[in-house]
């Protein structure tokens, strides 16, 4: 690989977004980035949503793998430099792929062989492919690599992210949520689903309980429920230009999957919608674009035989695997949820993933395995007056997608696969819960606990009613007792905190709150 050699440039955390506004010849104004009028009449091209990384894990060879993301302004081709050192005194130059019109100008690298457990620094370039003499201003960004023994460990989970209504508002300092987490200083952010709500449209202003009113920055795609490629990706460009989520990108890695707002509320892959906000009813095409646009927008790994597949590990060091699961593209229709047997449309994870999920656990040597799921397994997510979201139907046996959920646990409890924990939000409130098989209708599986956290920026619910089949006990639970759609001035506004101590390998969960209160903490100690 090639090194070069640069003049040293000091660069901290807090510096970060002003460097990436000036290197991406993007101006601030108000909270949001715009293009630079002298940038861009100088012919350069522009990086016009700063620069994301993503998906740190184990590399093909003894090395630490990371994405990096980014867009241009025009078609033009990724370069990267990276550095374990804030002054890029030596620096690794990687050239990436072209960015060009067919992927929205968005160019994502996989970098290799990088060291375990180091601080990395990168700037990140666009080459002119009009006039490859001409090379934008660079961007820098860092991340931490997975550590190559046992360290201690600090990330952060949520989800949610402008939905009911609730968008940039400059006023009220934009999506301040992200900045709390960015001042915890995580290894990385798990974002549980619902990265964007291209379902719901945003409104200039929104009237608050109170008399005073919410304004949103409202851009064309931001206007209108999303329908075309275009519309989707500009529901992810929308989220770029608040500078509180451009400092977080630039300094955390976002590990992402999706949940059903990232294509229309409560969606399954044969849904046919009767919404006449709608000129296109076909969810699968919709999905397909939705797919498409998530996967341009978020620093994700792609997978060549399956380019669309959201289902993932990621190896973080010897104490931590992350398994990602996707409850939306495997699920049969929603329904009453009371089948008697799995299959059909009773399935939920579906058959390849959970043959996946079994796998990759029995593999793991990680002590902890966090399974990052998009729905809570016990809180009843309802579709209507009869029909179910997620695997909860109500108490009793096992019954429809629960089917799924119980042959996971069945196989985790049966292989002695210990220390698994699942985290989650899609609720827009947080809770604890201990899912116990003494107080369980099925009772075949391990105990443990499920934590939910969110939403970030979105709209205050809950809390659900809970479904006994696999024993859940609510331990914690902080939500707006039963009012609806709280804005996110209202302060229930939640993340999750986790930290593995290198040492002991105790996992301490915490949830928290914007305004970065602990409400509640558990130290869990690891089985051996």
């Known amino acids: 690989m090639q090194r070069i050699r640069f003049v040293p440039t000091r660069i901290n955390r807090r510096g970060f977004l002003a460097g990436t506004a000036m290197g991406a010849g993007l101006v601030a104004a108000g909270g949001l980035l ?35 993301w980014s867009r241009a302004d025009r078609p033009s081709r990724l370069h990267v430099e990276w550095s374990t050192t804030e002054s890029f005194a030596e620096t690794h130059r990687v050239q990436g792929p072209a960015a060009l019109p067919e992927t929205d100008l968005t160019a994502k690298l996989d970098l290799d062989d990088l060291p375990a457990g180091q601080h990395i620094f990168y700037r990140v370039q666009f080459q002119d492919l009009g006039d490859v003499n001409v090379m934008s201003e660079p961007v820098i960004g860092s991340f931490r690599t997975a550590p190559g023994e046992k360290r201690d460990i600090n990330f952060v989970w949520t989800g949610d992210t402008c939905g009911q209504g609730w968008g940039i508002n400059l006023d009220w300092g934009g999506m301040k949520g992200y900045a709390t987490m960015l001042a915890n200083d995580p290894a990385f952010m798990i974002h549980s689903g619902d990265n964007i709500y291209a379902d719901g449209p945003i409104q200039e202003e929104v009237t608050l309980a109170d008399g005073t009113l919410w304004r949103n920055v409202v851009t064309e795609e931001k206007s209108k429920v999303a329908e075309t490629l ?31 707002h990232e294509t229309v509320n409560n969606w399954y892959p044969n849904e046919v919608l009767l919404d006449d906000r709608y000129t296109e009813r076909s969810v699968a095409l919709l999905s397909a674009r939705s797919n498409r646009a998530f996967q341009e927008f978020m620093p994700t790994r792609q997978f060549a035989m399956d380019p669309e597949r959201i289902h993932r590990t990621i190896h973080y060091g010897p104490s931590l695997d992350v398994f990602f699961l996707d409850m939306r ?99 827009h409130y947080t809770a604890a819960h201990y899912y116990d098989p003494n107080k369980a209708q099925f009772q075949d599986f391990s105990p443990f606990w499920e934590f939910v956290s969110g939403p970030i920026h979105a709209g205050s619910f809950g809390p659900g009613d809970m479904d006994n089949t696999f024993g859940p006990q609510v331990m914690y639970s902080k939500d707006p007792a039963g009012e609806a759609n709280l804005p996110p001035s209202a302060g229930l506004q939640f993340f999750g905190h986790v930290h593995i101590d290198g040492a002991t390998e105790v996992m301490t969960v915490t949830l928290k709150d914007i305004a970065d209160q602990d409400l509640w903490s558990i130290d869990l100690q690891p089985e051996v």
């Open 34 to 68: 715009f293009p630079r009028p002298g940038i861009a009449q100088s012919g350069r091209p522009v990086i016009t949503h700063g620069v994301q990384s993503g998906d740190i894990s184990a590399g093909r060879r003894a090395g630490q793998r990371a994405v990096i």
């Open 230 to 260: 275009d519309d989707f990706r500009g529901n992810y460009k929308y989220n770029l230009t608040d500078t509180n989520v451009l400092a977080f990108n630039a300094a955390v890695p976002v590990f992402s999957q999706w949940d059903d």
């Open 329 to 427: 593209r495997f699920r049969g229709n929603n329904s009453p949820n009371a089948q008697q047997a799995a299959g059909g449309d009773a399935a939920f994870l579906g058959d390849d993933q959970i043959a996946w999920l079994k796998t990759a656990l029995l593999n793991s040597r990680a002590t902890w395995k966090v399974i990052a799921a998009d729905m809570p397994i016990g809180i009843i997510v309802r579709d209507g007056e009869t029909d179910f979201e997620n695997s909860s139907n109500g108490d009793g046996p096992v019954l429809g997608r629960e089917h799924d959920i119980a042959e996971v646990l069945r196989f985790i409890h049966h292989n002695g696969i210990k220390n698994t924990v699942w985290l989650t939000a899609d609720v």
